[in-house]
């Protein structure tokens, strides 16, 4: 009898063990390609009450012919079965060949409302394969750890993991290539690991209340446009809110112990400062983050 006790003991703790057991951290998508998951992070917001996940992941071509990469197709669902209901999402999908015996990564997020997500993870080919986030060690990060700041040079985020901070301290405005740049805003990014790690990169936007160049002639420097009067009838010149095309923001991943410093701009075609009041502050720049449900806002006057 006690045979037969510890015989049913047995099988149940080895039922346990494999029932917790960790999936496996690799995918074939073919006989010679295998995916792999290099990182993964969520992002908690519970101000919003939603969630973001981070990924990053190799694709790696171990045949003897070049992988076309148009042959990849993934997507996120939660136990390859369901499709998710999404409130922001991105994928990078390499546009080239991986050569024989090398590699490649795929970047992305997903962000939904909080709800029944169980078992989240790449699908690939239609779903015939599937990879599961929790085959990875899954970093956490949440909003509490975002610093509300409206200063100039701040930290906006800092975990145990990564540092972000904002340095527009130091920003200046040229007008080149008809369109005014706003310059030296950086966004510094610190990988305080061992490991490589995807990051949850902060999208800046801002605005220039300004004038409107359109057809008030030919300008080849700021210092042309300032001495130019736009006024009318003695009245001072209308001016508008001009949206920026910001680049040099994007980052999908750092090294191990990497510091990457973006330096971002912010370009406004065919728009300038008026420089009739010089005590106004004209240029408005937000740091955002949806994952983290933040947007930091400072302001840059005028010279």
Do not use: W
């Amino acid at each position: 009898m006690k045979k037969i006790i510890s015989l049913i003991c047995i099988c149940v703790l080895s039922l346990s063990l494999f029932g917790c057991s960790k999936p496996e951290n690799h995918v074939d998508l073919t006989s010679n390609v295998s995916c792999k998951l290099l990182d993964v992070l969520t992002v908690t917001n519970e101000t919003d009450n939603s969630t973001y996940y981070y990924y990053l992941a190799s694709i790696k071509n171990k045949g003897k012919k070049p992988f076309n990469t148009q042959e990849l197709y993934y997507t996120v669902t939660d136990n390859n079965e369901k499709d998710i209901s999404v409130i922001d999402k991105y994928q990078s999908t390499p546009t080239y060949a991986i050569s024989k015996g090398q590699s490649t990564y795929i970047y992305g997020y997903i962000g939904f409302p909080n709800n029944d997500q169980k078992n989240l993870g790449l699908s690939f080919n239609k779903k015939k394969q599937f990879l599961p986030f929790k085959a990875f060690n899954i970093r956490k990060a949440s909003d509490k750890n975002v610093k509300d700041s409206k200063a100039k040079k701040y930290v906006f985020f800092e975990d145990d993991a990564l540092k972000i901070s904002v340095d527009g301290s130091k920003a200046k405005y040229v007008y080149e290539n008809n369109e005014t740049v706003l310059k030296n805003v950086k966004i510094r990014y610190e990988n305080k690991t061992e490991s490589r790690i995807t990051v949850p990169y902060i999208t800046p936007s801002a605005t220039l209340e300004g004038i409107d160049l359109s057809g008030k002639g030919e300008f080849s420097s700021m210092e042309d446009i300032q001495k130019k009067d736009f006024s009318t009838n003695g009245m001072a010149p209308k001016t508008q809110s001009f949206k920026a095309k910001v680049t040099g923001y994007m980052l999908y991943f750092l090294d191990s112990k990497q510091t990457i410093n973006a330096e971002i701009e912010f370009h406004f075609e065919n728009a300038a400062p008026d420089f009739t009041d010089k005590s106004t502050k004209p240029f408005v720049v937000n740091m955002n983050s949806k994952a983290f449900g933040k947007s930091n806002t400072f302001k840059i006057g005028l010279e």
